[in-house]
């Protein structure tokens, strides 16, 4: 049937597309066992560690009211360790670890090994053979202190006379990662940074050997410092230690041989130009996994998401394995199998268990209970591009063509472009399913997924871009990306639209405030003020815009001009603001002032509050509500009819100013805009005398 773009019917409804689906991380294997963590909406979030037993069958370890959910650096991660049938994890409410065995049955209550009194979160634990020491990343939090005091220690958990005892081996930095004992239990492996740090901008490597009378001797630093990114040590099975360094460019493999002089020295292992890693935003990731100690399990960065390979240490041989996934993550090995979260265009992030021997995966758990079979053919496969961007580089994203079995477009027209943009701003986008995208594709919209300059997956100079760029590096690359698609003919040029959340929404208002590209764009609970942020946030990003944008407040003017807040008389563009009222992140006064500027311009603008919702929507209905509101808002933008029955929202400005609304989209975003293709400054110099200083930019 021929129908123009947008108003294709679609069975990916709002109600499928944004549907509660159980999130799973964190796998862990203890012989044959394999363990991970389920966060359950239906729970209200609770944090489930589940175990499959040798024989396939799956049960809860934890139960009500436990949730194994970690408080350390906000962002948790590393909530749970296992060894010879006991699970040790700390539990979200009080921040205790508690012990608990894994068949336990649902009415023993887990025993707790650290104190009551402190207020001390822990993560990313380690337990000896004997089950008697935990080793242990802890962060306390005091009056006295200006800011949580983070250190590393260790429980002696069988002590017969006075209980568990908690011992600080190391203290002094800002942050501390990754304790990991070597087999013979003589040394301890761990990370450790300091401000103005983030795990992706520096880390040391260090080792601590341990007497046999199980005290501890000085540690010594063996790679790393502050320009250097180190991550996921590990220990072979014959001793040596491995870990991944961004010093050539990319997070490669490397490791530390102690025979070469007094000192030890370092030596790759496998060197690519891929990434054996992510961004640390979360403690205890695994991106491999021994399976001997000549064999290694990996998955690396690849133009279709994340690849998997078995790599061979001693030549250094990378092997690729054909799997049906393109995004993996939690990488372990057990006994002739690599188990590992996957994902595909196709499939929704699950436990799959790779047997080695057969080159067979099979799908132990979904993250989500819907069948998808019957929506494949709807569904839009992702392409990988590559467009140029400011001063001669070139960037990076996914693009999702309309696609709909049912339906093909009217002769002489394109698809409108709806340009997504990922949070962090330090993370990348992946090709797992993601049903909000298929909704927009299966109804007749082009999708671009932009991993901007920034973006983790392309190396640490691809990173760096962004440093002291963001709102400038960013905004570019999505500008570029949407002027790309429509001058290769893919997509309509006067009907470009922008969305992101937080993170992402403030790129979106940004590129709306200061650029001239878009025609259409849509800001959830986005960030638009730059300074509020630098000013109140937690420890592990306290110093985070320092590297994005600059130290504040000695870069206090270069803040205000790049928040769109300060600049709401440049926004010419339509608009859909949603903002949850209690948000103290990004303010509803924010969104109001936006909203304001444009209704007084005869610009169309709708800003839609959601009552008692912060800043994220918890409330499924209030985010069916905002994804059905986004699309009507394009509909009535963009003069299409959508085969939904939508509830719409109310748009300021609509029908009064049609003539001037046609001018526009006829004059911001035709195919004829020229990239942007240099800002006129030195590559990686951000401007500190405008939020950007392209020939283009509205901020005189």
């Known amino acids: 049937m021929s129908k123009e773009y947008g108003s294709w019917k679609s069975p990916v409804t709002a109600d499928l597309a944004l549907h509660e689906s159980i999130h799973l991380s964190s796998i862990r294997v203890d012989g044959p066992d394999v363990y991970w963590v389920e966060s359950r909406p239906h729970e209200q979030g609770r944090c489930v560690i589940v175990k499959r037993s040798s024989e396939g069958i799956i ?51 887990p025993i707790p090994i650290s104190a009551k009194t402190g207020n001390c979160r822990y993560a990313d634990s380690v337990i000896d053979s004997q089950g008697a020491r935990l080793f242990a990343v802890r962060e306390q939090h005091t ?38 004992l070597s087999p013979n239990e003589t040394e301890l492996a761990y990370l450790a940074w300091n401000h103005p740090n983030m795990p992706w901008d520096g880390t040391a490597l260090y080792i601590m050997p341990i007497k046999p009378n199980g005290t501890f001797s000085k540690p010594k630093r063996v ?126 992030p699950s436990i799959v268990m790779f047997e080695v021997d057969t080159d067979q995966c099979a799908v132990v758990r979904k993250s989500w209970d819907l069948d998808t079979a019957d929506l494949e053919p709807y569904f839009s496969q992702p392409q990988f591009i590559s467009f140029p961007t400011t001063n001669q580089l070139q960037s990076y994203g996914y693009y999702y063509p309309p696609a709909n079995p049912d339906y093909h477009a009217m002769v002489g027209t ?28 299966s109804r007749g919209f082009a999708v671009l997924d932009v991993n901007y300059g920034g973006s983790t997956g392309y190396g640490r100079e691809y990173r760096e871009r962004l440093k002291g760029n963001w ?80 130290p504040y407040p000695q870069k206090e003017r270069v803040y205000q001009m790049r928040s769109p807040v300060r600049h709401v008389n440049n926004l010419n563009c339509p608009l859909v603001l949603f903002q949850g009222t209690e948000d103290k992140i990004s303010p509803p006064e924010q969104a109001q002032l936006m909203h304001h500027a444009l209704q007084s311009k005869g610009i169309p603008v709708a800003y839609v509050p959601f009552e008692g919702e912060s800043h994220g929507f918890r409330n499924p209905k209030n985010s069916i509500k905002a994804l059905q509101g986004e699309l009507y808002f394009y509909s009535r933008i963009f003069n299409f009819e959508p085969a939904d029955q939508l509830d719409g929202i109310h748009i300021d400005n609509l029908g009064s100013v049609q003539a001037e609304e046609e001018e526009q989209l006829e004059t911001n975003g035709g195919p004829e805009n020229k990239l942007i293709t240099n800002r006129g400054r030195v590559a990686g110099k951000a401007s500190e005398t405008a939020c950007c200083s392209s020939s283009d930019c509205v901020v005189s």
């Not at 360790?81 to 009415?107: H, L, P, T």
């Not at 011992?167 to 930095?173: A, F, L, Q, V």
């Not at 986008?429 to 298929?438: A, E, F, G, H, W």
């Open 59 to 109: 049960r809860d370890v934890t139960h009500k009211p436990f949730s194994a959910r970690s408080g350390v650096h906000e962002y948790g991660g590393g909530e749970y360790s296992v060894s010879q049938g006991s699970v040790y994890f700390s539990n979200f409410r009080d921040q205790r670890i508690y012990i608990q065995k894994s068949d336990a049955k649902e009415d023993e209550l």
């Open 143 to 180: 009056e006295d202190s200006k800011e949580p005091i983070n250190s590393l220690i260790v429980i002696t958990v069988e002590d017969e006379s006075d209980g568990p005892t908690i011992t600080t081996i190391h203290e002094g930095k800002d942050f501390y990662s990754d304790p990991r």
């Open 223 to 348: 790679a790393g410092g502050k320009n250097e990114s180190i991550c996921q040590p590990q220990w072979s099975p014959d001793g040596t230690l491995y870990f991944i360094s961004d010093r050539s460019n990319w997070w490669n493999l490397y490791k530390w041989d102690r025979s070469k002089g007094k000192k030890g020295k370092v030596t790759p292992v496998c060197q690519q130009k891929n990434e054996f890693a992510g961004p640390g935003w979360r403690l205890g990731s695994s991106t491999y996994a021994f399976m001997d100690e000549d064999r290694i399990a990996c998955t690396y960065s690849g133009k279709t998401g994340r690849d998997f390979g078995i790599l061979d240490v001693q030549t250094g041989e990378l092997e690729p394995v054909d799997v049906p996934f393109h995004s993996i993550s939690s990488v372990k090995y057990s006994e002739g199998k690599v188990w590992f979260i996957g994902g595909s265009p196709t499939l929704q």
């Open 414 to 441: 394109k698809a409108p472009l709806l340009v997504k943009i990922h949070g962090g701003p330090t993370g990348s986008t992946s090709t797992t399913l993601r049903l909000d995208i298929q909704y927009w594709t």
């Open 471 to 550: 709102g400038i590096v960013d905004v570019d690359d999505c500008c570029n990306g949407a002027l790309y698609m429509a001058q290769e003919g893919l997509v309509d040029g006067k009907r470009l639209a922008i969305t992101g959340r937080s993170a992402g929404g403030f790129t979106a208002l940004a590129a709306l405030t200061f650029k001239k590209v878009f025609t259409a764009g849509a800001s959830y609970f986005g960030i638009s003020d730059l300074e509020a942020l630098a000013k109140e946030t937690h420890k592990f990003e306290s110093h985070y815009c320092e590297g994005l944008v600059g």
